[in-house]
């Protein structure tokens, strides 16, 4: 018991940093999580094919010990190689977008069958430096899950704008999160900007359990009129066919002239194709892009946000790390009793949250749009080590 006149000492803040998903190592092979195929059974026993599953809470035992804000910041700040510069230094359009093509598949990580990162809750942030370019990202709706990230690096005058929202739903036999969205590349030398989508997560119970990226991708760059058409595939129902695979096509945005044909594996290598010349080069190699990666680091607690992912979910994580589930379990659980309190709060009062880093409009369509309020991200507190 404190003495009187004195105030009780503040909880100290856990701010608990996860390797990152890689092509080898990483966080999979930190958890080496076990076959969980009979608990994620029952744990869908009572849900019906076709249900929303942005409201299913998954218990500790199935995440892994990172926030979806973090998994999406990883994907531009955890690199083997410096993807996003080299499209800035590109000679060419075509030789800019190539660049943008492949630092795109470089965002694909391999994602881990059994686990998943938790729900962000409203307003949570997370912020990293990596070298000179600086990555904010922010929760800035619940319902739906909307999650808006912008990074700036003034050494190579590049600017990434995302605004992201799965809808995941299950099927019966597997569950598919489509990702909504777009994400912008801002080229500001050239006056270039890369415009596109993401592919979607499609996790197999039956008859094969297994856990893929699929879809059709579009890049186009309005400014060059050239684009790219892309197709992920994963493994058929059996759990047979071309895992990991891409293939696609750059063309002309006017005349749809095919320029290159691309194929490959996006966890081994790319290569396009001339159509002219008829020759091919690897353009993409997921070992150097992947490989190897450094798990960030806190230099400075003390200005680290209490919105801070590492910081909102340190206690789960710590509990999911050291197997202490029941830790983990209560710290989940007094998360999510707190930003229920929060919401019946503002309700009463009447008070409409807003983000404190982005703008959020809804378009006539039904989707989102997200627009970072300051021209910047200031640098983090968080960083990636050199």
């Not at 592919?199 to 297994?210: A, E, Q, T, W, Y």
């Not at 749009?369 to 640098?379: A, G, H, K, R």
């Amino acid at each position: 018991m404190s003495g009187e006149g004195e105030e009780e000492p503040l909880p100290t803040r856990v701010a608990m940093l996860a390797p990152p998903m890689a092509l080898d190592g990483g966080l999979a092979e930190e958890l080496k999580p076990p076959n969980l195929m009979q608990r994620i059974f029952s744990l869908f026993s009572n849900v019906r094919p076709g249900s929303d599953l942005n409201h299913f809470q998954l218990p500790p035992l199935f995440n892994m010990p990172k926030s979806q804000l973090q998994c999406y910041g990883e994907t531009v700040y955890c690199v083997g190689a410096d993807m996003l510069s080299r499209c800035a230094r590109g000679r060419s359009s075509m030789e800019r977008l190539v660049s943008v093509i492949a630092w795109s598949m470089s965002t694909i990580r391999p994602p881990i069958f059994g686990l998943a990162p938790y729900n962000p809750v409203l307003g949570e942030t997370h912020h990293v430096t990596d070298g000179s370019i600086n990555v904010l990202l922010e929760q800035v709706s619940h319902h739906p899950p909307v999650s808006a990230l912008h990074a700036t690096d003034s050494n190579e005058n590049v600017e990434l704008i995302w605004c992201q929202y799965p809808f995941p739903r299950f099927t019966g036999t597997c569950v598919e999160a489509v990702i909504h969205g777009n994400r912008l590349v801002k080229l500001s030398d050239f006056g270039e900007t890369y415009e596109m989508n993401s592919p979607n997560l499609l996790i197999r119970l039956l008859p094969i359990p297994g856990i893929d990226w699929t879809g059709n991708v579009k890049i186009r760059c309005e400014n060059s009129e050239l684009e790219a058409n892309l197709c992920y595939r994963g493994s058929n129902f059996l759990g047979f066919g071309g895992n990991r695979s891409v293939e696609g096509k750059i063309i002309e945005s006017k005349s749809f002239k095919v320029l290159y044909e691309i194929q490959g594996h996006w966890d081994k290598s790319v290569t396009m194709k001339d159509m002219q010349s008829g020759e091919a080069t690897v353009f993409y190699d997921a070992k150097e892009a992947i490989s190897n990666l450094k798990t960030p680091i806190l230099k400075d607690a003390k200005e680290i946000w209490e919105s801070e992912s590492a910081v909102v979910w340190g206690g789960v994580s710590l509990g999911i790390l050291n197997k202490d589930w029941e830790k983990a379990r209560e710290a989940k659980r007094n998360i999510e009793e707190r930003e229920r309190r929060l919401a019946r709060e503002r309700k009463s009062k009447g008070v409409a949250w807003s983000p404190k880093h982005f703008t959020l409009s809804q378009r006539k369509d039904g989707g989102w749009d997200c627009w970072p309020i300051q021209p910047s991200v200031p640098p983090a507190p968080i960083v990636v080590p050199p």
